[in-house]
């Protein structure tokens, strides 16, 4: 996927690793970047065009596209976390909300922007993932089922959109610096680090990213002896 000269769409585009990648975009030369956002005044960033979207609302998706219906390439990028188990009084409710952004945002939006892609030419879709996607330790037990979840979708929409030549690329990452990892006591990677990885693998054309070294070694882990997923033992 070429950034240059693109048109994207990046949803929760107003902090974090959604602002690191509107930045990044226009620094790589896109042509137009859709910076869309629950509350499209707290985008701020200049030379973005700010679009309301909620993933969790129908009416805010078909708006969105009858907005931007020139976009090549769509970044699903916003997401939501909260801590705690699945056995706690509340999980039923916090997975469904946290589902609502994370699976089923991704999913409509996705979807309703298919069709957009493909009468430009194809282009791209790059999923915002985890490397909780793969490892469960229950401290966000409903968020990694969520990125699980996402992981599962971004791989049976990569067979779905190959018919189109819509390039589907996953990112992968473990703790970044931004507000949703606030209080975690871990090292984390910048938010601008991880999108330049991100950027550079999509335009490489690669399927996934591994965007910093303990994603790396975690995805290692899945095949070892007694797998990273399990409990270890000392």
């Known amino acids: 996927m070429q950034i240059e000269n693109s048109v994207v769409l990046v949803t929760g585009a107003n902090r974090g690793i959604g602002l690191a990648f509107t930045q990044a975009l226009l620094a790589r030369g896109a042509r137009k970047v859709y910076a869309a956002a629950r509350d499209p005044s707290t985008v701020t960033l200049p030379g973005v065009q700010p679009l309301r979207l909620d993933v969790t609302k129908p009416d805010d998706i078909a708006a969105a596209v009858r907005q931007a219906g020139d976009v090549n390439l769509v970044i699903n990028n916003a997401g939501i976390a909260q801590p705690g188990g699945f056995l706690a009084p509340d999980s039923d409710a916090v ?6 952004t994370n699976f089923f945002g991704v999913l409509n939006v996705t979807r309703a922007f298919a069709p957009v892609l493909k009468a430009n030419g194809g282009g791209a879709l ?7 996607s793969w490892v469960n330790g229950g401290e ?14 971004t791989n049976a929409l990569r067979h779905e959109l190959a018919a189109q030549k819509t390039q589907v690329t996953g990112l992968h990452m473990a703790y970044v610096d931004t507000d949703l990892t606030r209080g975690f006591e871990v090292p984390k990677t910048s938010a601008e680090e991880i999108v330049q990885r991100a950027l550079d693998g999509l335009a490489a054309g690669a399927e996934e990213v591994l965007a910093d070294a303990l994603t790396q ?18």
Not at 126 to 132: D, I, K, R, T
Not at 140 to 153: C, D, F, I
């Open 126 to 132: 790059l999923n915002v993932l985890s490397v909780a």
């Open 140 to 153: 966000l037990a409903a968020y990694s089922a969520s990125k699980s979840a996402a992981w599962s979708l």
């Open 217 to 234: 070694q975690i995805r290692q882990g899945l095949t070892a002896a007694r797998p990273v997923y399990l409990p270890q033992v000392s």
């Open 95 to 100: 997975a469904r909300r946290i589902f609502e």
